[in-house]
């Protein structure tokens, strides 16, 4: 993607290309049905992947091609997908495509929708990890930045090499919330909205992310 389709700013980067910018426009609209919005969310996942990925490490390698050397690199960051439940999965699904070798932490969060609080439900993660961990936290919308603070931290003791956050739509408050606790965590998105309702939800944003995906 060219520098045009990206804004990038105080650790949040912003994928404004076309083709992303459509993907999105049918995850806000209220009537595009189940079928598309899951199909759209997996496709609108690779492409926010694909730019969190970009500064990744990797090592220059030889190869041969069928006419003679030729030099290239590999990859060689530890990659850990942390997909957070349930909505984070569809971007796991994109990101486990992309890079195939990752392991993969599913993290459990419930927001109470009274409380606004993230609560913790599920989480398995070793006592140590590789000291070249890049960590990809997946979570289509960071709202308050409650469920985001709770997951980055759960891997932050560990002491991972980085952190990204991976969302469609990110709200200031969100923003804010992550970057106060953990300003060394890039966050890259689709779009930062105008700001949170008094429901917590993301205005315009687009409804329940879990919900739509899921059709529940
Ligand atoms: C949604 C969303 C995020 C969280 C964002 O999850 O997928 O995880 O809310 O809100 P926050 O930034 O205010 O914490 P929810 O708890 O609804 O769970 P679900 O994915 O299972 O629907
Ligand atoms: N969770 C969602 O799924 N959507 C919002 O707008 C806020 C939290």
Avoid: C, W
């Amino acid at each position: 993607m060219s520098a045009q389709t990206i804004s990038s700013n105080l650790g949040v980067k912003v994928v404004n290309h076309p083709l992303a910018q459509n993907l999105l426009t049918r995850l806000r609209d209220y009537q595009t049905p189940t079928s598309e919005f899951r199909q759209k969310a997996l496709q609108l996942s690779y492409f926010l992947v694909y730019e969190a990925a970009a500064d990744l490490g990797s090592r220059q390698t030889g190869v041969e091609t069928p006419i003679g050397p030729a030099m290239g690199i590999t990859l060689s960051d530890y990659i850990i997908l942390a997909p957070v439940l349930r909505a984070g999965l569809i971007i796991s699904e994109a990101a486990q495509k992309l890079l195939p070798n990752a392991r993969i932490y599913h993290v459990g969060l419930r927001r109470d929708e009274q409380t606004l609080q993230a609560i913790p439900y599920y989480s398995r993660l070793p006592e140590v990890l590789p000291v070249e961990s890049s960590v990809f936290i997946l979570d289509p919308m960071l709202a308050t930045g409650g469920s985001a603070v709770a997951a980055i931290d759960l891997f932050i003791g560990l002491k991972v090499k980085t952190i990204r956050l991976v969302s469609f739509v990110a709200a200031p408050e969100g923003i804010e919330k992550v970057h106060k606790t953990f300003p060394q965590v890039k966050i890259v998105t689709a779009s930062v909205d105008a700001q949170l309702n008094e429901h917590g939800y993301i205005v315009p944003g687009l409804g329940d992310a879990g919900d739509r995906i899921f059709g529940t």
